[in-house]
């Protein structure tokens, strides 16, 4: 059995456990509550209705509890648990995630596919639009690459968009990555990114969902997810978000728990800043480089320099000679325009390119290597 670690959990009841947590209208709280006040998910089962209706639960719970539906739930979870790299994670067990822990509405149970001793490391979670401009995507790939790089984990909601391109971006640099769903893991949403899922779990990380393994996504399963992506991480940087962005939600909910939250700055005329400048406005650091959210998180990691591809980069050359747009750099260098920023991203990063009034300069150290 792959529950981790559940040696002080017998079969009996980490099967009722699971019983419990499909029943309808019980959240983490009602679950809590059923386990204090009886002693055990088994005692919990098989008390009198009138014990759940004295604790305020509604009655379709207690009904509920001896359905077949919900036994035969319990018994395929448990059929899943037996399958090498599955596991279930209980908030009583010594291997929950100690930040998580500490939230306010921590997930009772934690279904993991891939590495479940991720969720004990140093994480940074990278979000953002779902429908993210190409920019912002390049952005979030070079940043996840680098501190992932430097041995944080990156992790996201496996959205489109900004979570896909963090989860990529640390994978590219090799390192971990970890996709909390809003969904149950045999329900992987969205479908899209079902071959993103799989080479996060070889890639030796892995998928996190509270929801029972056939859950279906629901709307009000994503406010949710967020709460436990901005629980497991240190702080939550948010690369480009619209002001009714989801992402917003998981900063606050970061906010609210003691963690750091970044916010990449944008166009004022780009509807897809506006998040972001809201929660500078609200708090929240705005960076520039991954350098200063590593500041602020000092002590957690070691990351080298940030890399670029090579010292004598065909952009940096023409750079060198001239302070140029981003449209002039693309027609001077033949490459194509995605390419070019992409490649400024990385040099930016590196510190060896920066912006100024619409022109890229390259930089010596802290100097311009050109005057313009």
């Known amino acids: 059995m792959n529950a981790c670690d559940s040696s002080s959990c017998s079969p009996a009841e980490l099967e009722a456990r699971l019983r419990l947590h499909q029943l309808p209208e019980i959240g983490p709280r009602r679950f809590r509550t059923l386990i204090q006040a009886f002693g055990s998910a088994c005692s919990a089962l098989s008390a009198p209705a009138r014990a759940w209706a004295a604790l305020g639960l509604p009655p379709a719970c207690a009904e509920a509890r001896r359905s077949a539906e919900v036994r035969t739930g319990a018994s395929a979870t448990m059929a899943w648990l037996e399958r090498p790299g599955q596991c279930l994670l209980m908030w009583d067990d010594p291997g929950y995630p100690a930040l998580l822990a500490e939230t306010d509405d921590a997930p009772p149970l934690l279904f993991v596919a891939g590495e479940a001793a991720l969720l004990e490391r140093p994480q940074l979670a990278v979000i953002g639009s779902r429908r993210a401009t190409p920019p912002a995507l390049d952005t979030a790939r070079a940043f996840s690459r680098h501190l992932a790089a430097g041995g944080f984990t990156i992790t ?180 194509p325009l995605a390419q070019v920023l992409a490649s400024l991203t990385e040099l930016e990063l590196a510190g060896q390119v920066s912006n100024e009034a619409g022109r890229w300069f390259a930089r010596c150290g802290s100097v311009h290597c050109a005057s313009g």
């Open 156 to 335: 996201s909601g496996l959205a489109l968009g900004i979570d896909g391109a963090a989860h990529r971006g640390a994978l590219q640099a090799t390192g971990a990555t970890i996709a909390v769903l809003g969904s149950g893991l045999q329900k992987l949403y969205p479908q899209r990114h079902a071959a993103l899922a799989e080479a996060i779990v070889e890639g030796g990380g892995a998928l996190v969902s509270e929801f029972a393994l056939d859950a279906v996504p629901q709307p009000g399963n994503f406010p949710r997810r967020n709460r436990i992506i901005s629980g497991l991480s240190l702080g939550v940087l948010v690369v480009e978000a619209s002001l009714a962005s989801g992402s917003l939600i998981t900063a606050r909910l970061a906010a609210e728990q003691g963690r750091e939250v970044y916010a990449i700055p944008g166009s004022i005329h780009h509807p897809g800043a506006k998040g972001c400048h809201q929660l500078i406005r609200d708090g929240a650091l705005l960076v520039e480089s991954v350098e200063q959210i590593v500041d602020s998180l000092r002590g957690w990691q070691n990351l080298p320099p940030a890399p670029v591809d090579t010292p004598d980069h065909p952009l940096l050359a023409l750079l060198i000679a001239a302070p140029q747009t981003t449209e002039a750099l693309a027609q001077n260098s033949g490459l």
